[in-house]
Every structure is written in C-alpha cells, then in structure tokens.
C-alpha cells in the first residue's frame, strides 16, 4: 500500500522504535510560516522539545501553512501527543501575542468560542496525520517526499533552495540541525549529512 495512504488513516500509535511521519497545518491553512519570526520560533521550540523529550529530528520542512517532521522517539515509553504539544505550543503562544500586539486585525480570524471561552487559534485542532513507519527504505522515501515539497508547489526549483528544511539545513540557510539516522542497526543520513 502506498505510504501517502497508510498516512491519511492510521491513529498516532506509540511503538518503541518506530519513527514517526507528523503533518500539521496552521489554522484553516493560514500562510503563518511564510514569516521566518515564526519559522525561527518553530525550529527553536523543535530544539527544546528534542532535548526535553529525548527525540530525534531525522528530516523536516517548514511550508507556508503546514509541517512535515519525521521523528525517532529515543525513549521505549513516550507519547507522540505530548511531543506534539511540546513542539506547537510555545509556538502558539508566540505567535498569538505577535498578532495581538502587532496584527489585532487578524484575531476574529483566529478566534472561535469554545464552552464558553475565547480561544485563538494558531494551530489546526488535532494531532494532525501521523504515520508510524519501521522500514528504513519507506522512512527515506517519506523524507524525500518532504523534502521536494517546496519543489513540487513550484516554490523553488530543488530542495535545497527552501529555507525552512532539512535539506536546506547543508546550505546553512537554517539554524534547526537534523540528526543523523540510525534506524534498525542501520546508520544511513538525511541529505543535511550527506
């Protein structure tokens, strides 16, 4: 079965040492990380929950409305919701107070009631989509997947042209070091280590 299908309808599971493909988008798909602020805030909050939470970052990509991360829980005992919460909270909260400081406009855009409280919203509700993979041939071909999103919605004309990725990590176009893969015994790179 392809992996973009087994993506879209398996629930986040919890298995010890298997990777994880996460996907998530800003509220109703608003372009938020078109603005290196909050891509900077995402890759810095990314740094803290690795070192909290004991993760692996293997690959990502920053796209103007969503995020790709392929991630190694390092620990036998972890929950993905946590480290999802983890790397979108603090980001949320930045950004909330950016727009309420410096683009009050937007906050009817982001704001929805909820039993009976205001909440804004920078972040879609939900984990987003979340695949746990175990093969290191289908890991790689997610990342690569990743990795010419920017190329394939004809934002720039290779992977490492885009800034807010991995890939684009090499070229010293962003501070979010990935780490280096060692799946199963098996020791292969993202393309930053290559």
């Given amino acids: 079965m392809d992996w973009r299908l087994r993506l ?3 629930p986040a599971l919890n298995i010890p040492g298997d990777a994880h493909a996460l ?11 078109r603005c290196d602020r909050m891509c900077g805030w995402l890759a810095d909050s990314l740094n803290t929950a690795r070192a909290k939470l004991d993760f692996r970052i293997w690959a990502y990509v920053f796209m103007p409305e969503h995020v790709h991360l ?3 829980p390092a620990q036998p005992v972890y929950d993905i919701e946590v480290i999802l919460q983890a790397i979108k909270q603090p980001v949320g909260r930045k950004g909330i107070a950016h727009l309420v400081k410096h683009a009050p406009h937007w906050l009817p ?12 919203m920078l ?7 979340d695949s746990n993979e175990s093969e290191p041939r289908a890991v790689l071909g ?10 394939r919605r004809q934002l720039v004309a290779q992977p490492e042209d885009w800034r807010w990725t991995s ?12 780490d280096p893969i060692d799946f ?3 020791t292969v790179f993202s393309r930053g280590h290559e």
């Fill in 123 to 129: 972040w879609q509700p939900g984990g987003g989509f």
């Fill in 23 to 33: 996907t998530f988008s800003c509220y109703h798909r608003y372009q938020f990380l």
């Fill in 70 to 72: 392929m991630i190694w």
């Fill in 167 to 178: 890939a684009g990590w090499c070229e010293g176009k962003n501070p979010l070091r990935p």
């Fill in 109 to 120: 855009r982001v704001s929805i009631q909820r039993n009976g409280r205001l909440r804004r």
């Fill in 8 to 10: 879209m309808r398996r």
């Fill in 184 to 186: 199963g015994g098996m």
């Fill in 142 to 151: 997610i990342i690569e997947y990743f990795h010419f999103n920017p190329v």
